[in-house]
Structure formats: C-alpha cells, structure tokens
C-alpha cells in the first residue's frame, strides 16, 4: 500500500519504481527515507527511469533460470503482459520463466499474481520492465493522472477486482491499479 502522498496511478508507478532502486542500494532492502527521496525526484523529473536498452544489456548478464522462482529447468519465454490480454510480442515483454510458473500464473497480471506480500520479491530488472509497460499502457490509454478520488473510473472494466477483493483494498490505489487496464 503506497503512502498518502502518492495519488495518482503515474505516481504509484514511479513509487514502485523508487522502491526498485532502493532494493538495488540496499542489497534488497526498503529503505523509507530513501524511499521517498527517490519516488519525489523522479516525480519532479530531477532523476529518470533507466533507458531500456541500459536495461536489456543488464537482462543480459542475469543467468539463464525463471525469473520469478530461480528454476533452471524447463524455461520459456513469458509475456509479462500477456498476449491473450493484449501484451505485444517484443523483447521488452518477454522474460524467461520455468513451465511451472508460466502455466500457474496463466493470464495474469505479475503483481496479482504474486500478490502484495511476493510483488517486491520479484528480479528489480523484471520489475522495471514491468513497470515501463504498464506505464505506457497507462499512457496510451490516458489513465496515468486517474487519482485516489477517481480512481473509480478504473474499476468497471478492471480484471482484477478478485484480487482488490481477496487484499482488501477495494477502490485503493495499489499495485492491482497498475494491471487493471489490460
């Protein structure tokens, strides 16, 4: 659950990424203070989010096993957004997943797949990722500046109100936000 001072689906957005950059400072810890600092400097435009292709040449270097349990057998390639729920077919949408997990999440979205107590265990390079297509989904669909008081506008058509329902945040802005446009 983002604190009260991220009010708007752009900002959620940016909010997870600042947690991404605080996970890779501090050795996969949250920080708040630092948190903060970095959501209020990319929401000001002072610090930016990473170029893809800076992105892919790190996706490189990972190690060939699932992205989301560290398997190394059976792997494929996984739409982070998927097809069937209108992901593209491009290198920024794929990632490496086992059999296993791939078919378990099926359609879904990442984060309501993992939940909100896994979401920020997931690989901070798959979650920018994540996060910049979700971002332009958001962008292409003029959602981003959707803020706590409309974010209701989000909810009629949203895929994962089972998800709101079971975490008990029914028109809050969380994560689940995020997916609910594709």
Known sequence: MPPKFVKTIREEILYEYAKLISRSAFRGGLERAFVT???????????????????????????????????????????????????????????????????????????????????????????????KQLHDLHEARETLSIDRVTLVQLCPSCKNKHACIEWNKVEELTCFCLESIF
Not at 42 to 52: A, K, M, P
Not at 74 to 97: C, M
Not at 111 to 120: A, H, I, P, S, V
């Open 37 to 131: 600092d970095r959501f209020k400097e990319l929401r000001d435009g002072h610090i930016t989010v990473s170029g893809t292709n800076r992105e892919w040449q790190r996706e490189q270097e990972l190690p060939k096993l699932c992205v989301f349990c560290g398997s190394e057998g059976e792997l494929q390639a996984d739409h982070l957004i998927p097809r069937s729920r209108g992901g593209k077919d491009e290198s920024d949408n794929l990632v490496l997943s086992c059999r296993t997990c791939n078919a378990s999440r099926g359609d879904k979205g990442v984060f309501e797949w993992l939940g909100l107590e896994k979401k920020d265990s997931l690989h901070r390079l798959v979650a920018g990722k994540y996060l």
